[in-house]
């Protein structure tokens, strides 16, 4: 059994100030809100009022003259409230620090404030494409319940074509030059609003079109409108070139918004002069039924000089931002565009315009986001502009939006003026999936220069660039002080990175300035604690795409990188050459399992990415208001088996002085990593359950979990859920969380763990297949995975397994080309009515070995004097002569016999292959020794690996190897021969001292040789190490 202690958390975010409230104090303001006007509205519980009224009643309530001392609680009722201007809050809004300003979702209800207007009237056409009136509307965006759908493209989502946008001479306009099929001849309805979208590396180029024509080279060039044409990649006028002038390199380009694109079902498109849209709904289906929804508000919430100010449980939705279709936009990382014209300029470089917020706050401190959804928006989510302090983003849901979730900063040089700082920011346990959905240069955070930041405790998932973004304009040197006090912790990241190129899960810039002596000190800012997955190469950018898990880019200085861990990265760390100074990297990657287990949300927000916001209550039944928090420990199962049970101790707690009502418990397991939860079921009567609890009385209950076949099996958090309300009708929360795991109903093992056979050999694995769970099922081998090169005997089988039992089996594995595989031995199962039941895979390494060594030859390493182009060492095609072996006594076929080793030259002619570049290749060899002899050289630098002899029972040693530079044999250790010249491809004869050599490691003289695996450290095609010839010596 694992137990958890007693874990106080003020569930869904308690506001520590209301918390506090003893007995006596003011009760505060309530007033109430619906979407359907009511007669007779005075905002009370049985007439609730419009958002209008409340807020001037909220603003009567909060005026200095009235209501002191008193909360002032906004509850709004579920159901849609359209926002046709944005609601604004200013001074008048504000509370104080005693007393707080609160704008809430009714407790287990979900109001949503959308900036959009319904569709409908659809009627349908041909080749599954509805269209409807568009009521005169231009928008970017088209939704439906629960899903977004995507603007007609070419090629369609997911897909590119390689493209490179030009100036040619003599202009100052961008033209894009992609293959002349991927837009046919004709001529596309309303040109003018289709646009090409370029991604280039970090950067997305968004250009409406002025015109296309193919030319005689198999290219088609797309020109730009202006004024986004002739717009610089950092803003600006393009100069005009005075020759043909590549703006970017090979880089991933679409089409987007033209009629003809509408292919593919979930795509749409806007006929603004017919005032027509079009949809191909997905499945079929009747968008008459979907609930559409075009945004038409770009602002939803505006806050400027309020203070003390608390939403809570509320949607935001639907926003719009049309400037992309007025002049393009060309976008920089992390919520930025360029213009034509700047704002200004900064050291001599263009300030960039922030995209608007769907929520935009400045001029204000103490603003609270907590339990609140932001979907479906159409530029950023929320932005922080200047002069900000002690506020918070705790909590909340980023779903679906279309550049940055969180923006905090400005357009203003990092310079500022201390009111115009941002500082003491938090965001913190917020779950933010599918960024960037139009705009791929997004983040789920981006920070310019706060004075106090911490970005903790979040779950990030699918961001098409950066996920987190700290710092921002490269050329500002490194005595920047405005980047004071950045915490970067404890956030778990899941596949980042996307799309773009010279990008990283975590990405900072500038000098992090700290002080940790006098009486004001300033911490040092660090990156701790994260746990990022999948930053992979992404195949959408050619070349190299340069993809890290932590970023130090330019100027980046004292800055703490320690205690982070990673899956599935390519480059987990890197630190940029540029002014870089004083980053120190402490323990990171070393598979910490608790900063593993960690990172990403806290337990009380575990559910959040288990929500579906169009059914469930974000904000649910707590929330701000609450008096106490009770306290709530669990005693966890050490696991829980598929179609089996087990138990689960909840204790709760009411530490207070006033009786807790409505006591509602909830406990589930839950999976961060798979967003998946299996919920319990409660033993206890239903009576004691919710009963209330008095001041100062502790309750156990038991829950126990009968979980489903088919669950993912893996590592879960089991947590319990406390909700409750006081007598005087405030909600409060509480959560507390233990570790537990789901089995699988079928484990399987595998022996030998790995396995290694010569071409056209076998070996057999042992397999023992055991049942957990209380019901016969049917096993089969169908799902074993049978790699390139290995194959299966048998390579199918079925057969019944007893409840809780076990077999074995003998599955055989046949070697038919040579290298590396991995075999995964994955089986299904299902019971006798069908129900399939989990099992768990099993992944052995087998090595085909070459029958020898020449059978693995690979590189060009000896050519005829007459004709050396055939060389292939590294990449100046180098090789030794044949001529010049023969007069060292080295010829084809013929021994070279060194310290009792006998080796046997290649016995091939000049020009074909005849050495191996060692990589890691299994060579078979046969017969027994007490010394492994290598005859080879290394070329482009000294190389050295570590290589493994493979015995005939089953074990193996590993042995160290290292070949000097052919061109230094005067340097240690001593070449078998040396010849006065080499080859080279384009050259011909290089004379020089050329080295060839040999040596021998120690290999176990009593057991058989089955194979020799060489050392993997030399990719083909670029400098290595090259193996001529093996022996076993005495």
Same mark, same amino acid.
């Given at each position: ?31 109430? %809100? ?16 419009? =958002? ?41 809004? $504000? ?40 009521? +005169? ?38 033209? /894009? ?23 280039? #590396? ?37 100069? *005009? ?7 970017? $390199? /090979? ?126 928006? @159409?530029?950023? @989510? ?32 990092? &310079?500022? !003026? ?6 003491? !920011? ?41 996920? &987190?973004?700290?710092?921002? %304009? ?15 912790? +404890? ?43 999948? *930053? ?24 703490? %990188? ?32 608790? %900063? &593993? ?32 928090? #009770? ?6 199962? *050490?696991?829980?088996?598929?179609? @089996? ?22 406990? /589930? ?8 939860? *299996? ?29 489903? =076949? ?22 409060? !929360? ?15 093992? #595998? ?183 290598? =005859? ?5 630098? !000294? ?50 001292? /050329? ?28 400098? @290595? ?10």
């Amino acid at each position: 059994m694992t137990t958890a202690g007693a874990a106080v958390v003020a569930g869904g975010g308690a506001d520590p100030a209301t918390a506090a409230r003893g007995v006596g104090e003011s009760e505060p303001v309530e007033l109430y %809100v619906t979407p359907n006007l009511v007669d007779g509205a005075d905002c009370s519980g049985s007439l609730p009022c419009s =958002l209008e009224r409340a807020q001037q009643e909220q603003r009567r309530h909060t005026a200095a003259d009235a209501g002191a001392g008193r909360d002032v609680i906004v509850y709004l009722h579920g159901g849609t409230y359209r926002i046709a201007e944005p609601l604004t809050f200013d001074a008048r809004d $504000s509370g104080t620090s005693e007393h707080s300003v609160v704008w809430r979702n009714y407790p287990g209800e979900s109001p949503v404030l959308s900036g959009g207007t319904p569709i409908t009237g659809w009627t349908p056409g041909p080749d599954g494409v509805w269209s409807a009136d568009a009521g +005169g509307l231009n928008f970017l965006q088209l939704y439906a319940t629960g899903q977004r759908f995507t603007r007609a493209r070419t090629p369609n989502l997911g897909s590119f074509v390689q493209g490179q946008p030009f100036t040619l001479e003599g202009t100052n306009t961008t033209q /894009v030059r992609v293959p002349a099929d991927t837009l046919a001849d004709w001529d596309l309805q309303q040109l003018e609003r289709a646009q090409v979208i370029v991604h280039f #590396a970090w950067r997305q180029w968004r250009y409406r079109i002025e015109s296309t024509s193919a030319d005689d080279t198999g290219n088609r060039w797309v020109v730009a409108r202006q004024p986004e044409g002739s717009t610089g990649a950092t803003g600006g006028e393009i100069p *005009v070139a005075t020759t043909t002038t590549r703006r970017g $390199s /090979v880089s991933p380009v679409y089409f987007e918004n033209a009629r003809e694109f509408l292919d593919q079902a979930g795509e749409w498109y806007l006929d603004t002069t017919a005032d027509t849209v079009y949809l191909k709904p997905p499945d079929g289906a009747n968008p008459n039924t979907l609930g559409v929804v075009a945004p038409v508000t770009e602002q939803l919430l505006d806050i400027d000089g309020a203070s003390h100010l608390q939403f809570y449980g509320l949607q935001f939705a639907h926003s719009t931002w049309l400037l992309p279709d007025q002049q393009g936009n060309l976008q920089r990382q992390g919520g930025f565009h360029l213009e034509h014209e700047p704002l200004g300029y900064a050291d001599g470089f263009p300030v960039w315009y922030v995209n608007p917020g769907a929520v935009n706050v400045r001029n204000a401190s103490h603003i609270s986001f907590r339990r609140n959804a932001f979907r479906f928006l @159409g530029a950023n @989510g929320i932005v922080f502009g200047p002069a900000t302090h002690d506020d918070e983003i705790v909590g909340n849901m980023f779903t679906h939006v279309a550049d940055t979730a969180v923006f905090i900063g400005s357009q203003h040089d990092p &310079i500022a !003026e201390p009111d115009q700082e941002n500082r003491n !920011e938090t965001v913190s346990n917020n779950y933010f999936a599918h960024m960037g959905e139009d705009y791929a240069t997004d983040s789920a955070v981006t920070a310019t220069f706060p004075n106090g930041l911490t970005v903790s405790n979040n779950l990030i998932r699918d961001v098409k660039n950066i996920a &987190i973004n700290v710092g921002s %304009v490269f050329n500002i040197g490194d005595d920047v002080l405005s980047l004071r006090n950045v915490q970067i912790t +404890g956030n778990r990241i899941d596949a980042s990175c996307t799309i773009s190129a010279d990008c990283g899960a975590i990405h900072s810039k500038n000098n992090y300035y700290y002080d940790l002596s006098g009486p004001n000190p300033v911490p040092r800012s660090t990156i701790d604690g994260n746990y990022i997955t999948n *930053v992979n190469e992404n195949p959408a950018q050619p070349g190299e795409s340069r993809v890290r898990g932590i970023y130090a880019d330019d100027h980046t200085s004292n800055l703490l %990188v320690s205690n982070n861990e990673w899956h599935n990265v390519d480059e987990p760390i890197r630190l940029h050459t540029t002014g870089g100074l004083n980053n120190d990297l402490v323990d990171n990657g070393v598979g910490n399992q608790d %900063v &593993i287990r960690a990172a990403g949300l806290e337990p009380a927000y575990l559910d959040l990415p288990t929500l579906d916001p169009d059914t469930d209550s974000v904000g649910g039944t707590g929330g701000p208001g609450s008096v106490t928090v #009770a306290e709530a420990s669990t005693v966890a199962p *050490v696991e829980l088996r598929q179609l @089996g049970d087990g138990m689960a101790t909840v204790t709760v707690t009411n530490p207070g002085d006033r009786p807790l009502r409505d006591l509602g418990v909830e406990v /589930v397991a839950y999976d961060q990593v798979n967003l998946t939860q *299996v919920t319990g079921q409660l033993v206890e009567p239903a009576a004691n359950r919710h009963r209330p609890l008095a001041a100062g009385e502790t309750r156990t209950l038991r829950w126990r979990f009968d979980v489903p =076949l088919g669950t993912t099996a893996g590592e879960y958090d089991l947590l319990a859920r406390v909700s409750y309300t006081t007598l005087d009708r405030h909600w409060g !929360e509480a959560a507390a969380i233990a570790a537990t795991s789901v089995l699988p109903a079928v484990t399987l093992t #595998a022996e030998p763990a790995d396995v290694v056979i010569g071409a056209g050999g076998r070996a057999d694995l042992s397999v023992r297949i055991t049942s957990h769970v209380d019901t016969p099922l049917t096993v089969g081998l169908s799902g074993a995975s049978e790699p390139d090169g290995v194959r299966l005997e048998p390579s199918s089988a079925e057969f019944p397994l007893p409840a809780g039992g076990s077999r074995a089996m003998t599955v055989g594995l046949v070697g038919e080309r040579p290298g590396p595989a991995v075999v995964d031995i994955g089986l299904t199962a299902r019971t006798a009515d069908g129900v399939p039941a989990d099992v768990a895979a099993v992944s052995v390494p087998v090595n085909v070995a070459y029958g020898s060594l020449a059978g693995a030859f690979d590189n060009v390493g000896i050519t005829d004097d007459a004709n050396p182009d055939a060389g292939s060492w590294g990449r100046n095609g180098r090789s030794y002569s044949a001529q010049a072996l023969a007069d060292a006594g080295i010829v084809p076929g013929g021994p070279v016999i060194v310290d009792e080793a006998v080796f046997t030259w290649p016995d091939v002619p000049p020009g074909v292959p005849d050495n191996v570049q060692a990589n890691g290749q299994l060579i078979a060899m046969a017969g027994a020794g007490s010394r492994l002899a290598v =005859l080879g050289t290394s070329d482009g630098r !000294e190389h050295e690996g570590t290589g493994t002899v493979h015995y005939s029972d089953g074990t193996s040693s590993s042995f160290d190897l290292r070949f000097q530079h052919w061109a230094y044999p005067d340097l240690e250790p001593d070449p078998v021969v040396v010849m006065p010249y080499i080859n080279r491809a384009g050259v011909g004869r290089e004379d020089r001292p /050329v080295g060839l050599y040999a040596q021998s490691v120690p290999i176990d003289p009593a057991k058989e040789v089955t194979a020799v695996e060489l050392p993997a450290i030399s990719a083909p095609g670029s400098h @290595g190490m090259h193996v001529f010839a093996l022996a076993l010596a005495p």
